[in-house]
């Protein structure tokens, strides 16, 4: 037997929280590969004297990088039941998210570096790593959920299992189905 609490509960847990601790499984992965990347850049580990291993040079390089592990992340985990066929329309949805995300992280690491002139290594991460990411991954996270990945899409992979679902709610037997949920 089901309490109406519990309904409340899984209902929020389906709908919401697993998207969000999926959605922060995946963000962890990309935040290690950007700020790895980031702060490896700056360091000049590649090489020294070039645009990328200035402050907004080594963010631009390693938040693209990390938006395409991203995108892979979301696309086959957290998201998988409403990834889209147009996979090249979802990149392209998801490219702008992301890039919206990025500007957000960079807004913040020009003001730091540029405008306020706190130019060190932690400051720049500390700008664009703490401020600019917590600030860019709720922007991110809604617009992944309601828009790249909604389940309004006509496109979406998602309609294929509505439709089966449908066909097995029409026409197996309802204690099948009693039984199957428990």
Not at 81 to 96: D, K, S, T
Request: charged fraction near 20%; proline fraction near 1%.
């Amino acid at each position: 037997m089901s309490t109406p609490a519990g309904n409340v509960l899984a209902r929020l847990w389906h709908g919401l929280l697993a998207y969000a601790v999926k959605f922060g499984v995946v963000g962890l992965i990309g935040l290690v590969i950007d700020v790895t990347l980031f702060n490896l850049l700056r360091l000049g580990v590649f090489g020294d004297d070039h645009w990328a291993q200035s402050a907004i040079g080594a963010k631009t390089v390693s938040t693209s990088v990390a938006i395409l592990c991203n995108w892979l992340g979301n696309r086959y985990w957290t998201f998988r039941r409403h990834r889209r066929r147009n996979y090249l329309r979802e990149f392209a949805e998801y490219v702008i998210v992301s890039l919206g995300g990025m500007a957000i992280a960079l807004g913040c690491l020009w003001v730091s570096h540029h405008l306020l002139g706190f130019t060190s290594i932690l400051a720049d991460n500390i700008a664009t790593n703490v401020v600019g990411l917590a600030l860019g991954t709720a922007f991110r996270f809604l617009l992944y959920r309601f828009w790249v990945y909604g389940h309004h899409r006509a496109d979406g992979l998602s309609n294929l299992a509505r439709v089966e679902e449908a066909q097995r709610a029409l026409f197996e037997e309802p204690e099948r189905r009693a039984a199957a949920d428990d």
